[in-house]
């Protein structure tokens, strides 16, 4: 059976463990962070395509792999297989989270969760954008949250 979902490419990575990842490089978490700042300031504005993953254009998937890649974490490559990474966690969230839209059983999204209740994500009609995690239910009615980075701590 194959579940299709709005940001998902074909591509595939070996799965993650159910841990969040360590970042390599010995950063701190704090450091990871503030690191996850600065990356997702650069990729501000790039244009959404489907199953991009490039500075070029990128998918939501995309995007995210891009991200934690430039912070020394390999994700997988489609929201689908991104669902499944890191552990679940329920609010608070932490900054690094990711934020999984889901509607009918189906992953259809997914974004990065930056704190003070903002998201970062590749939308389809704007771009890579900062906005209101309540901006996600637009594209489904149900958000779960997986945490990657180390808590900090």
Known sequence: MLILSACQST??????????????????????????QRVVQA????????????????????FVQQVFAALGIQLPRTSLEQARVGSSVQEPLAPGDLVIVSAAGQVRHVAIYLGNGQIVHASRRRGVVIEPLQALFHIGPHLHFRRILPADG
Do not use: K, M, N
Not at 11 to 36: C, D, K, N, W, Y
Not at 51 to 56: D, K, L
């Open 11 to 36: 591509a595939r990575f070996a799965q993650l463990s159910g841990e969040p990842a360590r970042p390599t490089g010995g950063h701190t978490s704090s450091s990871v962070q503030e690191q996850l």
């Open 43 to 62: 990729w501000i504005g790039t244009p959404y395509c489907r199953g991009g993953a490039e500075a070029g254009c990128v998918d939501c998937s995309g």
